[in-house]
């Protein structure tokens, strides 16, 4: 794109600029893209920033055949390199205009009503950040959900630490990126950008974000398809890279101490990194993998018991926060397993979930 026809589309306000992450995704991005365009909001209130993470299939040809149809409405932007989700994500945010923020991934859709619904819960409200539900959805076309009753809105106000407290502990947003509208001045203001050249990275922002927000809410309605694939980065089996999850976690314990937090919410953010730090890392390591590996556990044990190792006398779990089932895995950081006894567990964890 020649630069005076990007200064020109970026001088064109929008209301949203919606951007999305695209890395070999030839198969879905028409299905996501048709969702976009077509929002009951209007196609002239949207920007779409679609940044091509060096895809190796047809991808970068597929987005530039959408914005010849639309060029009024698209950026697409190259990578110089591969640097996963987060990179494309802060890439896009250099080039967005519009006063809100939409993440979507470009394997998942969203329902025509997405934005109208999600921008209509603004209205007046000041929020940072609006929420609305999805459903995990495994259908190789595009459908849409069966309209619901009109929804419920939950709002969190947060003016103090004390009130921030149980929103670290139990964070109502969750953690993605997608399935959200996000004041991009709330982003840039907080420097709430995202962790690059790893995956799980949605897991850091979302930490993160927890600890800045002032006002926002949750659509009690499903608006977003989250696509179930096998071959998906998170779910794809016997990969490194899902070593990433502890890798995250490392990233977002030390934006804790650079920030502060570690010092005001001491006890809250060690409950927070058992939930969003040990658990998950440790379900990738034995649902991840074909043998559950043994060596990640040790990697984790290590790193977590700097940080989480005083679990016991935390006021949340003597109160009784954590279940008896998590009580058993945290059990492991306790006293180091062998690898008879971490895959005897595995097998639980496999029974039971996690």
Known sequence: MEL????????????????????????????????????????????????????????????TEWEKRYPENFIIVESPQNGRQGQARNIG??????????????????????????????NGKDYDIICCGNRRDPSKELTYFEKEDASEIKEYIVSSDEERKPYIVHPPLLYNAWGKLIKKEFIISNDLFFPTNITYEDAAWGSLVHLYFKKACVLDEQLYHYFVNDESTILKKN???????????????????????????????QMEHIFSGYLPALKACILRYEVPDYNIYLLLRELMLDRISGYKDNP???????????????????????????????????????
């Open 93 to 122: 945010l250099s080039y967005a205009s519009a006063e809100w923020i939409g993440f979507i991934d470009s394997d998942d859709w969203v329902e025509l009503d997405y934005f109208e619904k999600m921008l209509n819960a603004a």
């Open 239 to 269: 990969s490194n890279h899902h070593l990433d999850c502890i890798t995250a976690q490392t990233y977002v314990w030390r934006e804790y101490a650079n920030r502060g937090f570690l010092d005001r919410f001491p006890d809250e953010l």
């Open 4 to 63: 005076n026809e990007l200064i020109e589309k970026m001088d064109c306000k929008k209301s949203i600029s919606v951007i999305l992450p695209c890395y070999n995704v030839e198969a879905w991005i028409d299905r996501c893209l048709e969702s976009i365009v077509n929002q009951t909001i209007g196609l002239e209130d949207l920007e779409i920033i679609c940044v091509d993470d060096c895809s190796k299939d047809n991808t970068l040809n597929k987005l």
């Open 316 to 354: 949340y779990v003597k109160q009784g926060y954590l279940s008896e089932y998590y009580l058993i895995l945290l059990s492991a950081l306790d006293t180091q397993l062998n690898k008879e006894q971490f895959l005897e567990l595995a097998e639980n964890v496999k029974k039971i979930g996690l």
